[in-house]
């Protein structure tokens, strides 16, 4: 069974997933790992339709394929494809753009961009089940482009740019997102980070006044000063990620709006705390995420 096969590359994927039968037999031995149940009601008394595609609830009487309720519902790419587009997504640290997707899967670019959204729909993060505790480290990083790359019409104007607020638990998680404002990191720092722990920050003023809640050590970029010496006072593991999501944003997709940065950014985290799983590993995590819709409606509202 494809379950059992490890695919290292693209090419081991579609070896061991031939068809789409194939894709939609493994899809389903990982959504019902735990039995089968109706996407509709949650009956788990489920008749199988001899085309083995078609399935029907014993208790409200629906017809089904595995893909209702999930990311992949309403849409005509093949689930294989889909397979293909997920095991790229999550092996590439940097991901894919739409464009390359759409010439590597035969489809639209309109199509890839649409499909990529709805995977990073299912890579967001849900919430957080704890504080982070131990060593860790506190950054915020910004968006927006340089001047000298926009468009000559654009150039000159004083446009804000948009922040992001990381915190990583050393050896741990990490957790991202975009913020409003640079003025509310001091709450999620109390929100995400347990009293008592060692956190590491620049010398962003506002920092100190967590000398008496946490064992604080910062160090001064301004000084040019990474690491404080002789200890292990640095924020450079944060800031690796950083460069990482940077060269995701600048150097594979060039551009993304303010409006979608909290998905790529999603994306990125999920890549980076799965990153010692395997291609396969990650694949299967992933798809047990994939429950819930995103509408392209709701994606290309204004926001």
Same mark, same amino acid.
């Given at each position: 069974?494809?379950?059992?096969?490890?695919?290292?590359? @693209?090419? #081991?994927?579609?070896?061991?997933?031939?068809?789409?039968?194939?894709?939609?037999?493994?899809?389903?031995?990982?959504?019902?790992?735990?039995?089968?149940?109706?996407?509709?009601?949650?009956?788990?008394?489920?008749?199988?339709?001899?085309?083995?595609?078609?399935?029907?609830?014993?208790?409200?009487?629906?017809?089904? %394929?595995?893909?209702?309720? /999930?990311?992949?519902?309403?849409?005509?790419?093949?689930?294989?494809?889909? @397979?293909?587009?997920?095991?790229?997504?999550?092996?590439?640290?940097?991901?894919?753009?739409?464009?390359?997707?759409?010439?590597? @899967?035969?489809? /639209?670019?309109?199509? =890839?961009?649409?499909? @990529?959204?709805?995977? +990073?729909?299912?890579?967001?993060?849900? %919430?957080?089940?704890?504080?982070?505790?131990?060593?860790?480290?506190? #950054?915020?990083?910004?968006?927006?482009?340089?001047?000298?790359?926009?468009?000559?019409?654009?150039?000159?104007?004083?446009?804000?740019?948009?922040?992001?607020?990381?915190?990583?638990?050393?050896?741990?998680?990490?957790?991202?997102?975009?913020?409003?404002?640079?003025?509310?990191?001091?709450?999620?720092?109390?929100?995400?980070?347990?009293?008592?722990? +060692?956190?590491?920050?620049? !010398?962003?003023?506002?920092?100190?006044?967590?000398?008496?809640?946490?064992?604080?050590? %910062?160090?001064?970029?301004?000084?040019?000063?990474?690491?404080?010496?002789?200890?292990?006072?640095?924020?450079?593991?944060?800031?690796?990620?950083? %460069?990482?999501?940077?060269?995701?944003?600048?150097?594979?997709?060039?551009?993304?709006? =303010?409006?979608?940065?909290?998905?790529?950014?999603? !994306?990125?985290?999920? +890549?980076?705390?799965?990153?010692?799983?395997?291609?396969?590993? +990650?694949?299967?995590?992933?798809? /047990?995420?994939? #429950?819930?819709?995103?509408?392209?409606?709701?994606?290309? =509202?204004?926001?």
């Amino acid at each position: 069974m494809a379950k059992r096969k490890e695919f290292g590359s @693209l090419y #081991d994927l579609f070896a061991a997933i031939p068809d789409e039968q194939a894709a939609i037999d493994w899809f389903r031995e990982i959504r019902w790992a735990n039995g089968e149940y109706c996407p509709y009601c949650g009956h788990d008394e489920i008749y199988t339709f001899t085309d083995r595609r078609t399935f029907k609830c014993a208790d409200c009487r629906q017809r089904f %394929s595995i893909r209702v309720g /999930t990311i992949f519902e309403y849409s005509k790419i093949p689930l294989r494809k889909w @397979l293909a587009a997920i095991w790229v997504i999550t092996s590439h640290k940097k991901g894919i753009a739409s464009t390359q997707l759409a010439r590597d @899967l035969g489809i /639209t670019q309109k199509s =890839a961009w649409f499909m @990529l959204h709805r995977l +990073r729909h299912a890579a967001r993060t849900r %919430s957080f089940n704890r504080q982070l505790r131990g060593t860790v480290e506190v #950054d915020e990083t910004f968006f927006g482009g340089k001047d000298k790359n926009k468009p000559v019409h654009r150039r000159g104007r004083k446009e804000k740019k948009t922040a992001v607020f990381g915190v990583l638990e050393r050896q741990g998680e990490l957790r991202a997102k975009p913020i409003k404002s640079v003025s509310v990191m001091t709450d999620e720092i109390r929100k995400n980070v347990a009293p008592g722990m +060692r956190l590491m920050t620049d !010398e962003w003023p506002a920092f100190q006044y967590f000398s008496g809640r946490y064992e604080h050590g %910062s160090v001064k970029h301004s000084d040019n000063e990474y690491v404080r010496k002789g200890t292990d006072v640095h924020i450079n593991t944060i800031e690796g990620f950083w %460069s990482q999501l940077k060269r995701q944003v600048y150097g594979i997709h060039h551009w993304v709006s =303010a409006k979608h940065l909290h998905r790529y950014v999603d !994306e990125s985290v999920w +890549r980076y705390n799965r990153r010692e799983l395997g291609e396969v590993g +990650r694949m299967r995590e992933f798809l /047990t995420r994939v #429950d819930g819709r995103l509408t392209y409606p709701a994606l290309i =509202a204004k926001a």
